[in-house]
Every structure is written in structure tokens, then in C-alpha cells.
């Protein structure tokens, strides 16, 4: 049934349904019907398969040399070429891959963008259920309503006429704040007359005249008091304020406090005319202590004379140890002030410094000067000055039959003694007389008297001032400096005054 016929030497003819050398395999290759192997011809580098079929025959142009391949090497062609051709596939999807995404980070990139909105999404609605379950329902509502009061400060801000300094924010429109407070300042011209003395003993007198500013702090059924300082007024012969309508009336000192450097001015209401009455107004004053360093603050004053003017700066800092002159007596004493650059010039001395709201916190006193120096000035702040600008206003001369008397002599101690001897500032203790209220309270000779019913005092004049104004019977603090052991120790004693007569 089988039946071999020989073509040729190299040829082999089918054996039943199969034919062996057509070569028609998976690989297209001739296969050796005894072991079942490919069959290979080839000459050198140059190299061709031989193949027969029925009918057709291939021939060689070189001589040939045959091979057999087992079927191990068969699988292992099979394998390589599977391996080839793999990745023959994956280079080409990778090629079209890359041909068909031009964009590629920007696509990363977007969907880095779309999972973080996810992410912030999922997060905003996780705290806001969290919140509103743990929270309380009263802070909720305190957190609505600081959120509404934002968004409606933003919607308001552009309507607002009068851009005052608001939760910290500094405007620089502050016409709003300077309208209101314009009314409640005052300038100030202080005429004096100075004596001077020729080479040949004669002498003769010069009038001058020197601006400042004032404060309409108080009033009551006949008067209008102004807050200044003592140096806008000392010395005065004759005083004038001019109000915010330029309608000028006389006015009177009521009261000084020269070492802290603070005076109350007086003005008859009769003398002030009605329209203004009308246009003036009471400063609202703030004595509370709660400013800040780098506030916001105005300062209105007469500059140099010409007429009130406005600026603006900060407070540059606070409770300022400031040595200053008593342009009368000579004396100097040291201030607790508090430092802004607002610009003060000469003629602002007296006026106002304000804060955001308006409120008078400090009453403008002078300016550290010289080549290098600027945007230094100093205001009295209103913690001190109001008590101060208080008692001036309330208190009233005691008639002579009402007089009070301490009982001391005393001798000035200025800063050139005080440093030479190294004892404090103040009134010297020369003489107690007997009996006295002072010799009663145990004050003694080479006591220091440096307060006096809560103001300090550095010279006779000035405690002779304040008695002025306690009757006899009347106790007040006075504090001493006492010698002890080489050093002075600070005292207080309760002294009930005794009378004059």
C-alpha cells in the first residue's frame, strides 16, 4: 500500500496523503521523512530553500549542501521567531501610541488637576458635615454671621464716604474722620511782652506773639474750657482762639501744670457768638490707655501759624521717657510720651491726636529736631492728661479766709543740682515750722518733696500754685525723697492741710 518513488538523490515523493518535500509546514521549510526533520540547502552566505511538489521541481545554480534540522531546533526557530515577531508588534503599537498622543504631559497634567478638584470637593463636603454636626448650633450661627458682616463690608466698601482705618486696615482718605473732629480744635495766639536791657542800662519792652493749639474738651452753663499746653500759654499777656469759622474771642488761662507741661483755657460763652456756637463741637476723648504701637493716627494743630492743617502717620511707640524745658523757669523735667510721625511743627503744640475712630488719645507737645532727625514728634497721651485737664477745670481759688498752709520752706533742686549732689528733683526741704500740717504728717528738714496731690512738682511756685486751690482741712498725698544710709528712699505721707490765718 505504501509505495516510495525515488525522483531523485534529494527529492522524496509522498507517502499517502502526505507530501514531505512540498515543504508545506508551519514554516514552509522540507522535512526528512525518517526523523521528521526540516531539510536544508544552501552554499555559503548566499542561501536557498529547496522545495518539490507534484509538478514542479526547483533547481540549484550552486551545488547544494544539505541539512537536516531536529525538532528541537525546530521549536527553538519557532520560539525565536514567536519572540521576534512579538516584539516586532510591540514596537509598532508603541510607535502608534506615540503618533496618536502628541500631548501627553498635558493630559497627565489635566488629569492631575481634574483628581485634585475631585479630591477638594470630597474634603469641603466631608469638613462642612463634620462642622455642622460637631459644632455647635450658637457658633454656627456666630461664624454665619461673621462671614455675612465680611461679605457685606466687601459689597458697602465702595460706597463708603468716609474711608476710616477699620479692623486694621489703613485708608489714606481720612476726610471723614478730619470733618468730624475739625470743630472741637482751636488756634491759639499768645501775645507777650519781654523786657531787654541796652548796653547803657535802659531798657525797654517788645511784644511778641506765638501760635498754638487747643482742644474743646468741657463747657458748662458760662464757659467753654480748652485743653493745651502750658508752653503755648506761659507767659501771656493777652490770649485769643480763633474757632473753626475763624470768628476770634478772648480767652483766660483757668489752670497750668507746668511740669507736665498742660494748661486749660477759658472762654466766656457770651463773648462767643451763637452761629458758633453752633458750628463748634466737644472732643470725644479716649482715655483708656488701649493704643497700639504702628496705629493709625491724625494730628490736627495750627502749624506754624497759618491756620489748622491735617496729617497723618503712626504711633511710632509708647510711654517715651522726654526731658524737656520750662521756657520760663528754666527748669526740666522728664514726661512719659508717646512718639509718632505724624508731622508736629511748631504751632501744632496743644492740638489733637487722633485715632481711627475719631478720639482724641493724645494732645501733640513737641518735636525731637536737629539735621538728622525727622518724623520724630511727641503728644502727651490722654491716659495722663485727662485727670490733669479735669482737676484744672473743676477746681476753684479758695477765698483767703480759706487758705491752706503746709508749713515748710523750701529751696529748688534743678537737674544741675540734682546731678552735682546726686540727690533727686524737686523742692529741698529747708525749714519745718512748728505745729505745721507738715511738722503733724513727719515731714522733715533735707526731705525731697517731688509729688504733690498726685502731680509732680519741682519747684515752691508750683506747690504754692496748687495750694491755691485746697481749703484748709483738706488731706492730700505728698511724696517725699528721704536720706537714708546714703540713698534717697521714696515716701508717701497723708498730710491734712492747716490754715493760712
Known amino acids: 500500500m505504501d509505495n516510495y518513488n525515488n525522483d531523485n538523490q534529494n527529492g522524496y515523493n509522498s507517502y499517502g496523503q502526505n507530501n514531505y518535500n512540498t515543504g508545506n509546514t508551519a514554516n514552509g521549510y522540507p522535512v526528512d521523512p525518517d526523523n521528521n526533520s526540516y531539510s536544508y540547502t544552501g552554499t555559503g552566505t548566499g542561501q536557498t530553500y529547496s522545495q518539490q511538489s507534484q509538478g514542479q521541481s526547483q533547481t540549484q545554480n550552486q551545488q547544494s549542501q544539505n541539512r537536516y534540522y531536529s525538532p528541537y531546533e525546530r521549536r527553538t526557530m519557532e520560539e525565536d521567531n514567536s519572540r521576534k515577531a512579538r516584539r516586532e508588534r510591540r514596537r509598532q503599537e508603541k510607535r502608534a501610541n506615540r503618533q496618536n498622543k502628541p500631548h501627553g504631559f498635558g493630559v497627565t497634567l489635566a488629569k492631575c488637576a481634574c483628581l485634585a478638584a475631585t479630591f477638594g470637593l470630597v474634603a469641603g463636603g466631608v469638613f462642612g458635615g463634620v462642622n455642622y454636626y460637631l459644632i455647635p448650633e450658637k457658633e454656627q450661627t456666630v461664624v454665619q454671621e461673621q462671614t455675612s458682616a465680611l461679605a457685606t463690608t466687601s459689597q458697602e466698601s465702595d460706597k463708603t464716604t468716609s474711608n476710616a482705618l477699620s479692623g486694621g486696615i489703613v485708608a489714606t482718605d481720612v476726610s471723614g474722620i478730619v470733618e468730624e473732629a475739625m470743630p472741637s480744635i482751636v488756634a491759639i495766639t499768645n501775645m507777650t511782652e519781654t523786657e531787654y536791657r541796652t548796653w547803657f542800662g535802659q531798657t525797654y519792652s517788645e511784644e511778641n506773639d506765638y501760635a498754638g493749639s487747643g482742644i474743646i474738651v468741657s463747657e458748662d452753663d458760662k464757659s467753654l474750657y480748652i485743653a493745651t499746653n502750658n508752653h503755648v500759654v506761659d507767659g501771656a499777656k493777652t490770649l485769643t482762639v480763633k474757632f473753626c469759622d475763624d470768628n476770634t474771642v478772648a480767652a483766660e488761662v483757668k489752670g497750668t501744670s507746668p511740669s507736665n507741661d498742660l494748661a486749660v483755657v477759658k472762654v466766656a460763652k457770651d463773648d462767643v457768638e451763637q452761629e458758633t456756637m453752633d458750628a463748634i463741637r466737644i472732643a470725644t476723648i479716649n482715655d483708656e490707655g488701649n493704643e497700639k504701637v504702628g496705629e493709625p493716627v491724625i494730628a490736627i494743630g495750627n502749624a506754624l501759624g497759618y491756620g489748622q492743617s491735617v496729617t497723618s502717620g503712626i504711633i511710632s511707640a509708647l510711654n517715651c521717657e522726654v526731658t524737656a524745658q520750662d521756657s520760663t523757669t528754666g527748669e526740666t523735667y522728664a514726661n512719659t510720651l508717646t512718639q509718632t510721625d505724624a508731622s508736629i511743627n511748631p504751632g501744632n503744640s496743644g492740638g489733637a491726636l487722633l485715632n481711627a475712630k475719631g478720639e482724641v488719645i493724645g494732645i501733640n507737645s513737641s518735636k525731637m529736631g536737629g539735621e538728622y532727625v ?67 504728717a513727719g515731714i522733715q528738714q533735707g526731705d525731697i518733696i517731688t509729688a504733690f496731690d498726685g502731680q509732680d512738682v519741682s519747684t515752691m511756685e508750683e506747690m504754692q500754685e496748687l495750694l491755691q486751690y485746697r481749703a484748709a482741712g483738706t488731706k492730700v498725698n505728698i511724696t517725699i525723697n528721704r536720706a537714708d544710709n546714703g540713698k534717697y528712699v521714696e515716701q508717701k505721707v497723708e498730710v491734712t492741710l492747716g490754715s493760712k490765718n
Open 374 to 440: 525727622d518724623g520724630v514728634g511727641f503728644a502727651i497721651p490722654m491716659t495722663t492728661a485727662a485727670p490733669i485737664i479735669n482737676e484744672l477745670i473743676t477746681r476753684e481759688k479758695v477765698t483767703d479766709d480759706k487758705a491752706a498752709f503746709l508749713g515748710v520752706s523750701g529751696i529748688d533742686v534743678d537737674d544741675s543740682v540734682s546731678q552735682m549732689y546726686n540727690m533727686p528733683s524737686g523742692i529741698y526741704v529747708a525749714k519745718v515750722y512748728e505745729g505745721s500740717a507738715a511738722a503733724e
